[in-house]
Structure formats: C-alpha cells, structure tokens
C-alpha cells in the first residue's frame, strides 16, 4: 500500500460531523481548471485572455472495510454503512460539506464543497466491504449583495415623527464569519511553537500580522502562521 496512503490523513465535515476515510486511496485527484478565453486577433494571430481559476476538482476511488481491525484501517474507522449514509445524506440534501487532507511534511487542502458524484459497488469474495468512488467540487459563496435606492421625493414607511424614527433606525446586518483557511490573514498574540504538537516554544507574538500557511487537524498547535510556527486558534484573531 504505498504512494498516497503514507502519512496523509482524509477527513471530510458533514455539518457537526467530522468523518476520516478509514482507508487511504492509492491515489488522490485533485484538478485545477480555469476559464482563459482564447480569441483571434486580425493581424497578431491567436491570443488568450487568463481568467479567474474555475471550480477545484478532487476525487479518489477507494474502499470502506468491513473488517475495522484490520493493520491498513485508519484508527476511529466506522462501519461501511456509516460512510455511505453521510455522503447519499450529503446528496440528497444538497449539504456543503469541507474537505481536509493533512500530508505529513508538505502542504494541506482545506476546501468547501459539495459532493458531485459518489457510486458503490459489491465485488465477489470481499462481503462486507463496499468500493467506492466519489467526487468533490468546491463551493464558493454566491450569494449577491441587496441595494435599496430611494429617489429624493420618497417617503420612507410611515408619516410624521414615528415615521421618521422608524427610517433613522438601520435593521441589524448580517456579518459574515470570518473563515479560518490557508491564506487568510491574522493577528497572532502569544508563543509560537516549533511543530503542531507544541514543543520547543522558540518565539513570541506581540499583534503580530501574518497569514495561515498550514493548517493541521487534531493537533495541539494545529495552525501555521507566516515562517514564524505553530499556534492554537484561541491565539489568533482572523481579520479577513
């Protein structure tokens, strides 16, 4: 089982359910595409215009084990029918859901997206385990900003004095929650560490601004911050 299945861990965010894939695939597709436009120029010839990048794809195919002893199983692996649930669930109900992938030594992916394929299949001799092969496209929020524009002669809701209150007084904005992610920018107060498991403090922060460079789940220190090190979330305010 060598290749992709060494030192990577596979989670994926189902709403408050954290699940990690109990076998590593062989291999882990991840795709990113973009949208340049190609045209033909009279007299220069053909010429391309870059876009922004499109939609991330990743996918694997892999397998859910009955036998969750066994030495190639992920440690807290859940039953086949566990698994199948969450994604048909995720399906149905059009749930976004957050891909993680933790590479020992290189970099992470930490993606919001929805699942766009995933199929099941029953091969003879193996009962119980189930194959499978499943498809990640990333989500991105879409949704448009509302303007309200008023000419000069209107009058908003009411008349008189309580009318005017009532347009004095802005209805409460939504805000949007700062999301923790690789690239997002922070300020970090407090010591940061040598690896993700705390040891060796060699530093400490004093509102310092930086960015997340890695992010590793379950870990003591899980966030990497700038080339400074390792600190815990509660030590860092996401400003964007």
């Known amino acids: 089982m060598a290749g992709f299945r060494g030192g990577c ?20 597709e991840i795709q990113h595409p973009t949208d340049h436009k190609a045209y033909d120029v009279l007299g220069i010839g053909q010429v391309i215009v870059p876009m922004k990048p499109s939609l991330r794809l990743v996918s694997w195919e892999g397998f859910f084990p009955e036998n969750l002893e066994a030495a190639y199983v992920n440690s807290g692996a859940k039953s ?56 990640f496209t990333e989500y991105r929020p879409y949704a448009p900003d509302t303007l309200t524009i008023m000419s000069e002669n209107q009058t908003p809701a009411g008349e008189g004095a309580a009318g005017q209150a009532e347009a004095a007084v802005e209805p409460a904005r939504e805000v949007e929650t700062p999301v923790l ?4 920018p922070v300020i970090v107060n407090g010591a940061y560490c040598y690896d993700s498991y705390g040891s060796k403090p060699h530093g400490t922060a004093n509102n310092l601004s930086t960015t997340v460079t890695r992010i590793v789940s379950g870990n003591p220190y899980p966030v990497h911050v700038g080339h400074y090190g390792w600190i815990q979330e509660s030590q860092m305010q996401i400003t964007g």
Request: glycine content about 8%; aromatic content about 12%.
């Open 80 to 135: 086949p029918g566990y698994y199948v649930r969450q994604f048909e669930k995720a399906m149905k109900s059009k749930q976004r859901c957050r891909l993680i992938i933790v590479r020992s030594g290189t970099y992470d992916t930490n993606m919001m997206c929805v699942v766009s394929d995933f199929q099941t299949n029953d091969k003879g001799g193996e009962p119980g385990d189930i194959y499978y092969s499943v498809k």
């Open 181 to 184: 992610r690789v690239g997002a």
């Open 9 to 28: 861990s596979i989670y994926v965010v189902f709403g408050r359910k954290k699940a990690k894939i109990p076998v590593n695939p062989e291999e882990v």
